[in-house]
């Protein structure tokens, strides 16, 4: 089945309104792109992004009113860089909240906001376009849910063939989840791109602190009629730890007739869902305080007989196939005295991950780029993937584990040294530093059994060259003239087939 991705994401209403006096904080990482002090912004304190990113150019919108998260942003000139990448550093296996905002503001002096992909790990998340949004004066949130298969997660930027001006961003919020949210989705082969996370029946916007997790409730409502609820909710009863003021209403109708919503409002690609939907009887507890109904999905059944009490009830569909408006249908059991009754729902749309470059090929290009004085400005993120967005100068092969293959720097100026973790690349094929200025000792490369070529002429390499370069078994090429190396090229490189300067 083809993946058309779609984000409908959580809108402000208006950028200009006023903010509540601060608290606490989510331990998570919030930046304010193009910020230079932080702010706090309703009960959330944003860090400025200076930190986590060096490249691009910052800017403040002249905008009167304008929310401060949206006052400033980063925006990203350098056409060189494959990508411009945000590094966070997390706890492998656990699961994160992200949430990418974009209020274009014409900063770069135009109408029209720029179109730019942005990823996650070595994924490509979306396009991110806000025209739409910008146009009726509103910024843009995209969201996604993913796990973290290393010590990092990078969220990322990168052009398109769409993009005319620059990529841009106003703020990045990474936030830890529970174990238990989302828990029925293999996060380690899919992320959940959020399409909509709503309350029934509710004119009120649910976000932190009353959602623990950082995560935003919007209002859902259409011509079904509305009941408060007269019972409180534990959100621990559930697996994914909705808030309670998610329950406080509830979209219904009359006895012995099913309840038909159309959610999410707008039409859905053909692709694969992931639907949390919420429940809770409203009626004051009592031993009548229950109802019974069937709920289907586009006409198929989504859960039959869903006994509702007065403690709430959730029911999920993973990997579930929708195309088109979504009609969600509660039919009563027929001795039920009380029409069916619905809360909140969530749906995410299963986004496949592209998979993840060989962790030690990471560790070893992360350290290849702490050595070098100065790497090329895209060497951050995901050193192979996306395959159109590697790291300047990189090639990886395509297979199940994603290996670099080739590190081809020729001539870029480069000043540092070269570690010994370059050994732990051992798929690697073609190392070529030549003219350069890198300096210090040649490292041991015995590990390199794959290795064809080696230029490193041209630099300020010193020292003897290594006696373990000759067990290199198709090791064709090896250039290391004018350097300051000692003594005499080894007695066992000379042989056939070697091509040595």
């Avoid at 690609?269 to 009548?288: C, D, G, M, T, V």
């Avoid at 001795?335 to 619905?342: A, E, L, R, W």
């Amino acid at each position: 089945m083809s993946l058309v991705i779609i984000f409908l994401l959580w809108f402000f209403s208006s950028p200009f309104f006023a903010l509540s006096q601060p608290t606490t904080s989510p331990q998570d990482f919030l930046l304010s792109c193009g910020d230079t002090v932080g702010l706090t912004t309703g009960r959330l304190k944003f860090l400025p992004d200076k930190d986590f990113q060096f490249l691009g150019n910052t800017t403040t919108l002249k905008q009167p009113g304008l929310l401060p998260i949206l006052s400033t942003l980063r925006f990203f000139t350098e056409l060189q860089a494959r990508k411009y990448c945000y590094v966070f550093n997390v706890t492998q296996g656990d699961k994160y909240l992200v949430r990418t905002t974009y209020y274009y503001g014409g900063f770069d002096g135009g109408t029209q906001p720029p179109v730019f992909d942005q990823i996650i790990g070595g994924t490509k998340w979306s396009i991110v376009d806000t025209a739409e949004d910008f146009a009726n004066g509103l910024s843009s949130y995209y969201e996604v849910v993913v796990a973290a298969v290393g010590n990092s997660l990078s969220v990322c930027l990168a052009r398109n063939n769409d993009t005319t001006s620059h990529p841009f961003i106003s703020a990045i919020e990474l936030s830890k989840l529970d174990d238990s949210l989302y828990n029925t989705t293999d996060l380690n082969k899919f992320a959940l791109s959020s399409i909509a996370r709503s309350s029934f029946g509710d004119d009120a916007r649910i976000s932190f602190p009353d959602d623990l997790f950082n995560r935003k409730w919007n209002s859902f409502k259409d011509l079904n009629p509305v009941e408060e609820n007269k019972n409180k909710v534990n959100p621990e009863d559930f697996w994914n730890k909705p808030p309670a003021k998610a329950f406080l209403s509830s979209i219904t109708t009359t006895k012995g007739k099913p309840l038909q919503i159309q959610w999410p409002p707008g039409p859905l690609p053909n692709s694969r869902y992931y639907i949390a939907l919420y429940f809770q009887e409203n009626r004051a507890p009592s031993p009548e305080s229950w109802r019974v109904f069937n709920v289907s999905v586009n006409g198929n059944t989504f859960f039959k007989d869903l006994n509702v009490t007065t403690n709430g009830v959730a029911v999920y569909g993973n990997e579930w196939p929708l195309s088109g408006q979504t009609n969600i249908t509660m039919t009563p059991r027929n001795d039920m005295p009380v029409g069916p009754i619905i809360s909140a729902g969530e749906i995410f749309q299963l986004l496949p991950l592209a998979g993840t470059t060989f962790p030690r090929d990471v560790v070893a290009m992360e350290e290849l780029a702490k050595h070098f004085k100065n790497p090329p400005i895209d060497w951050n993120g995901d050193p192979c993937l996306p395959w159109e967005n590697s790291w300047t100068g990189v090639t990886c092969n395509k297979s199940k584990h994603t290996r670099v293959v080739s590190i081809d720097l020729k001539g870029f100026e480069i000043s540092g040294t070269l570690p010994e973790s370059i050994g732990n690349l051992t798929a690697l094929k073609h190392l070529r530093l030549g003219g350069n200025k890198l300096w210090g000792q040649i490292p041991e490369m015995k590990t390199l059994t794959a290795l064809e070529t080696l230029h490193l002429e041209n630099n300020q390499f010193e020292g003897w060259i290594p006696q373990t370069l000759s067990q290199l078994p198709i090791l064709r090429e090896i250039f290391l003239q004018n350097n300051n190396l000692d003594g005499q090229i080894p007695d066992g490189l000379w042989k056939p087939g070697l091509n040595i300067q």
